[in-house]
């Protein structure tokens, strides 16, 4: 019998279970069984290929050439030399590039997928890997589908099987039993992993996990999907290709001075040349790249920012705009009844917290025994169309805890407080079915059976509720809500409102015993007014200072918020986000303004709310916001919120609160829903992309050092005071773990004192160029010439005498040379560790990579000079105290030099 003909209390026969659910005995036997619930992985690229991609990457076939024309030359030695350096460099890139991608799937894990079942009577929640068939399996709105299950309990369920089907639109799901159709996939009963519940909630039992779901069949026959480029890999791109033609240019031009001007023999002008194309090309630049974002994202996931994609850390460096939340992001999310409204007063609730030890107060007094029964009635509504559950503390865990939402809780602890036992009521009034919470309508509700009669409670938006409410309960009696009464109830509500508390209103209505039409229009309609709860929810201390942030850093802060408009604006200005002059736009005006308006609205000079705003209002902010060019972080953490997460440059979630469609739809998880961490984040997206620029300079600035000797060379006939094996040794040894830490280098104390980066702004830009080919390669140029013309000159040597290679004077003034680059580069990197403000400021060591960065280079510097294998290979000779002191002076030289670069900016 297949399952979908079953009607619900057959299937939990046929797959061996029952109501209660699985016990965690049979849980863990049938997941032996059946192994984990997980598809099979789609097929990526095999690694070796990756590897291989290394080696014909554009600067690769830059040495493939060089190398070429070093055998054509008659050097196979220092042909098999670049071959060596091909193949390091392709090592070491490929290396680092694992490590970021196993970075990346190690961020995977710490948010692993989560599934609520049924076992032995709890709700449980558990790792959707360790689903198994016979689970029963609860499913509310937002839930992402884990395995292929029979529903046996739907309301209102609408599900997103986009994934599978390609239809956008969600369908709705029954329970009912069904007959065959022509696709499975199609039966209304049926609910398949991958996914989404778009609204509703909903009971199912699972009998199909890991390969045998529809979702693998699909995954199975997809292979690898080939990711776009992004703006920073493409931007990489256009560098290498601009160095690519520089490096053939000069080589090309080099050589055809040496043939025709100068009349060098054409295998000492390839020769030339090759040192020339070698010297221009940086070979660990792209490694770097890529290992430094790697390392960015580790370091955002250890502050709760879980980064889904490289690449959307440099877009966080541009954000300009963040559209957040109110609740959970900018508040805590710990709500506490502070204020109950009953006709026609206003009661005061202490206590604080989950934990139910308070009382509710009537001017510093016990409440009345009328006042008492007026509450019950608010109580039912409050607890009966609730999901929260309170847990009790236990020896383990001395705190009180809950599950679901913390408003609803909030709502239970309020009851406990007054002594309302609602799960006691609950079985004098047993549940028949519940009317999801829907942002559209604002509002829950509960149908219960109640003798022969049936009960609907419904709480939601005040304002929605009143409207919806004909009558008011006084002192138990249901009377005529006139209008009057209604103005004076919504005065109320807004003066709680504006002390910023978050209000919800409650109501009940009796319905027919033959009533079945469980629509929420035909339920909630002609309700009975009950009473309003105004909760406090205050901000987290941490989002003041964060605010503070943005608006020093030209970040524009717009909150989007379904809470009431005076509730969102006090909070917005307790926080620094708005000041007195504000505007609140909230959702019904939202949808009569035209694109325009809303732009002229954004344009304006006050801050702007958002209120009573739904997810597709998100979405049209976000379209309008890009449409300006404004680079937009949208926070979001329900179902609906998912196309706007999608829209935005930067879509953040909620990693506690959100649910997993809107996981999948961000391209950034808050572990700890905190707005704080999304200024962090943004923080760090600028640092890292600074920090690119600040290794480009410094890897640029030793290559004008290397290319000056060849000009040297033709201009006045001087012997070549470079080797290109000493050229590869700096490129490829010394200058690879000081790029590094260039890369993962902390924060400018400015870094957040300045406007975002425009997305036009080029890596190699003007002032890298001047900074780095020019304005410290000159300097580090003259300072490594005047150390070689130091050893010649000292040694009688003079202008127009050819050295061999071979001779002493010319391996101590090209070693001079070769050492001098190096140490003017350790003043280089600590220099470069900064952009606008003195390295100082940030500590010149406080960088531990900086020190093991020195300490590298110096033991390869000093092992190519005193080895005397090495000394054959790289043409060096030992240098003695004198020449050592001399080359010492280039680390301060260079240090202050760009110091007082910095100065001088910094005062223009």
């Known amino acids: 019998m297949k399952i979908n003909k079953l009607p619900p209390y057959e299937v939990y026969q046929e797959l061996k279970t029952s109501k209660e659910g699985l016990s965690f005995n049979e849980a863990d036997k049938r997941l032996k069984e059946y192994g984990l619930n997980q598809i099979e992985e789609v097929k990526k690229t095999p690694i070796i290929y990756k590897f291989l991609a290394n080696l014909y990457q554009l600067l690769a076939l830059l040495l493939w050439a060089a190398s070429f024309l070093a055998f054509l030359a008659g050097t196979p030695q220092l042909g098999f030399a670049i071959i060596a350096v091909i193949i390091i460099n392709a090592i070491f890139s490929f290396w680092q590039e694992y490590q970021a991608e196993k970075a990346i799937e190690a961020l995977k894990k710490i948010l692993p997928s989560k599934a609520k079942v049924i076992r032995e009577g709890r709700e449980e929640q558990i790792l959707a890997a360790e689903l198994v068939p016979g689970d029963l399996m609860v499913l509310e709105e937002g839930d992402h589908i884990s395995a292929d299950s029979r529903l046996v309990e739907a309301y209102q369920m609408k599900v997103d099987s986009s994934t599978l089907t390609g239809e956008s639109k969600p369908v709705r799901k029954v329970a009912d039993s069904e007959d065959d159709g022509e696709n499975l996939i199609e039966m209304h009963n049926l609910v398949f992993a991958g996914t989404n519940i778009a609204s509703g909630s909903g009971l199912a039992v699972i009998f199909a996990t890991g390969t045998h779901t529809e979702f693998n069949k699909i995954a199975a026959l997809t292979q690898e999907l080939k990711e776009e480029p992004s703006p920073l890999q493409k931007e990489l791109k256009r560098v290498t290709q601009i160095i690519a033609v520089l490096a053939i240019f000069m080589g090309v031009a080099l050589f055809m001075v040496n043939v025709f001007l100068v009349s060098l023999p054409i295998s000492v002008a390839f020769l030339f040349a090759i040192g020339l194309t070698v010297a221009n090309v940086p070979e660990g630049l792209l490694p770097t790249v890529t290992l430094s974002l790697a390392a960015s994202v580790q370091k955002m996931a250890r502050k709760n920012a879980i980064i889904k994609k490289l690449s959307s850390v440099e877009t966080l460096g541009s954000t300009n705009i963040i559209c957040t939340d109110k609740t959970g992001t900018i508040t805590k999310n710990e709500m506490t009844v502070r204020k109950i409204w009953i006709p026609y007063q206003t009661l005061d609730v202490t206590g604080a917290g989950y934990n139910p030890q308070g009382k509710i107060l009537y001017n510093g007094k016990e409440v009345s025994h009328s006042q008492i029964r007026e509450l019950r009635f608010l109580m039912r509504s409050a607890t009966f169309a609730n999901d929260a559950e309170l847990i009790e503390p236990t020896e383990a865990d001395v705190k009180w805890r809950i599950i679901g939402d913390p408003t609803e809780a909030a709502l239970l602890v309020a009851a406990c407080k007054n002594n309302f036992n609602w799960k006691e009521c609950l079985k004098k009034q047993p549940q028949i079915i519940e009317l999801p919470f829907d942002s559209e309508r604002k509002s829950m509700s509960t149908i219960h059976k109640k003798d022969d009669a049936k009960m609907a409670y419904v709480k939601g938006a005040p304002k929605k509720i009143i409207a919806l409410s004909s009558q008011i309960s006084v002192e138990g009696k249901a009377i005529k809500f006139s209008e009057e009464e209604k103005k004076e109830t919504i005065r109320v509500h807004d003066k709680l409102a504006a002390s910023g508390l978050r209000i919800l209103g409650m109501a009940y209505r009796e319905l027919p015993p033959d009533f079945e039409d469980y629509q929420p229009k035909k339920v909630e309609q002609n309700l009975v007014f009950v009473g309003m709860m105004a909760m406090q929810d205050p901000p987290r201390p941490e989002v003041k200072l964060a605010v503070e942030d943005c608006h020093k850093a030209g970040i524009r802060i717009i909150m989007i918020t379904g809470d009431y408009g005076l509730t969102a604006q006090s909070i917005a200005q307790e926080v620094g986000i708005t000041s007195d002059k504000c505007r609140i736009v909230k959702g019904k005006e939202l949808d009569i303004l035209s694109d325009e308006q ?152 400015d870094v957040m004192n300045r406007p975002p980066r425009s997305r036009k702004k080029r890596l190699l830009n003007r002032f890298v160029i001047f900074r780095g080919y020019i304005y410290l390669g000159l300097i580090e140029a003259v300072l490594v010439m005047s150390g070689y013309f130091w050893i010649l000159f000292s040694a009688g040597w003079t202008f127009g005498v050819n050295l061999p290679f071979d001779d002493p004077l010319y391996l101590k003034s090209t070693t001079m040379v070769f050492a001098g680059i190096v140490m003017a580069q350790i003043g280089n990197l600590l220099g470069c560790q900064t952009t606008r403000t003195s390295a100082f400021t940030v500590g010149v060591f406080k960088n531990k990579w900086i020190i093991r960065g020195i300490i590298f280079e110096v033991l390869v510097l000093i092992s190519i000079i005193y080895i005397p294998v090495l000394q054959g290979i790289f043409g060096t000779t030992a240098l003695g105290i004198y020449e050592w002191l001399y080359l010492m002076t280039f680390i301060p030289i260079m240090f202050f030099a760009e110091e007082f670069r910095k100065f001088i900016s910094d005062r223009k």
């Open 598 to 749: 809303v732009k002229e609205i954004l344009r304006g000079d006050c801050n702007v709310i958002f209120a009573r705003a739904v997810p597709e209002h998100k979405m049209r902010i976000a379209s309008i916001l890009e449409s300006e060019h404004e680079i937009v972080a949208m926070t979001g953490d329900g179902v609906n919120d998912a196309p706007a997460l999608r829209k935005a440059d930067i879509g953040v979630s909620m990693g506690i609160t959100g649910t997993d469609v809107a996981k999948e739809a961000s391209d950034v998880i808050l572990t700890d829903d905190n707005f704080a961490t999304i200024v962090g984040a943004i923080k760090e997206g600028r640092t890292i992309y600074e920090n690119i620029g600040k290794f480009i300079t410094y890897i640029f600035s030793h290559e004008t050092a290397e290319i000056i000797p060849f000009v040297l060379m033709v201009l006045f006939n001087i012997p070549l005071p470079i080797t290109v094996m000493q050229i590869l040794a700096i490129d490829l040894g010394t200058d690879t773990l000081p790029a590094l830490a260039l890369g993962v280098g902390p924060s400018e104390s």
